[in-house]
């Protein structure tokens, strides 16, 4: 089945520093989400980006649908301390009209104050 | 409330154990969704329910059993379930299965130990 890499797998930064973490795929995706985890709760989308190119941003987030569709990039600006957490980029799969998104396997950020 | 409500949020069940996970959702979306979430793992999906009716089984072995009575409610049953089996169980939920599963809104999640 298809798989999203996602570097780095963590990362230890100082607050008010700027991230940059990233997803790629073997194969083409035509939506990138975005998802963030805070410790002990679920997934919530960040950001959805739909067409190859496209840069959205949320806050301090700032996404980016890569031009040659496999790839997306996450980053976030003078990091707060809440920022803490697991971020996953994921998917959709595509299988006539059933959609299943694929996750990646996240990256953890930590936040220093 | 709003959101996803998962209840119980932490379970410590022995192997010959009976237990259930209940899931509900106030947004009135129509497909519902059971998510494995291990160490290191993506997520992985287990189940989906749109309209009440399950229309993915994502190869689950027979000891979790899911149910879905209406579009509000999701329920995991579990038995005679193995330690490899502890992970954060998480419910979602979408408008539809369609393009909207793009937007999945997710529980906070039952955090499962397996004795």
């Known amino acids: 089945g298809q798989q999203l890499n996602q570097s780095p797998q963590s990362m230890f930064i100082q607050e008010g520093e700027d991230v940059s973490m990233n997803c790629t795929s073997s194969?083409?995706?035509?939506?990138w989400l975005w998802y963030k985890q805070d410790p002990g709760e679920g997934p919530v989308l960040l950001i959805a980006?739909?067409?190859?190119?496209e840069l959205t941003s949320n806050g301090r987030l700032t996404a980016q649908f890569g031009i040659t569709r496999k790839d997306s990039f996450l980053n976030i600006s003078a990091s707060i301390p809440s920022d803490v957490g697991i971020y996953f980029c994921?998917?959709?799969?595509?299988?006539?009209?059933?959609?299943?998104?694929?996750f990646g396997k996240g990256t953890l950020l930590t936040v220093n104050p | 409330e709003t959101g996803v409500t998962q209840t119980p949020r932490h379970l410590v069940m022995g192997m010959t154990n009976k237990k259930s996970l209940k899931c509900e959702q106030h947004?009135?979306?129509?497909?519902m969704y059971w998510y494995k979430q291990s160490a290191k793992k993506p997520l992985e999906l287990m189940f989906v329910?749109?309209?009440?009716?399950?229309?993915e089984n994502n190869s689950v072995p027979s000891r979790f059993s899911p149910e879905c009575p209406n579009s509000s409610h999701l329920f995991l049953h579990l038995h005679t379930l193995q330690p490899e089996d502890s992970a954060l169980y998480l419910c979602?939920?979408?408008?539809?299965?369609?393009?909207?599963?793009?937007?999945?809104?997710f529980g906070s999640g039952t955090q499962l130990s397996v004795l």
């Open positions: 979602a939920s979408s408008q539809d299965t369609g393009l909207n599963q793009r937007k999945l809104f």
């Open positions: 194969s083409i995706f035509n939506t």
């Open positions: 980006l739909y067409k190859a190119g």
């Open positions: 994921a998917g959709p799969n595509s299988g006539g009209s059933n959609y299943k998104l694929t």
């Open positions: 947004l009135g979306h129509n497909a």
């Open positions: 329910y749109n309209f009440k009716e399950q229309t």
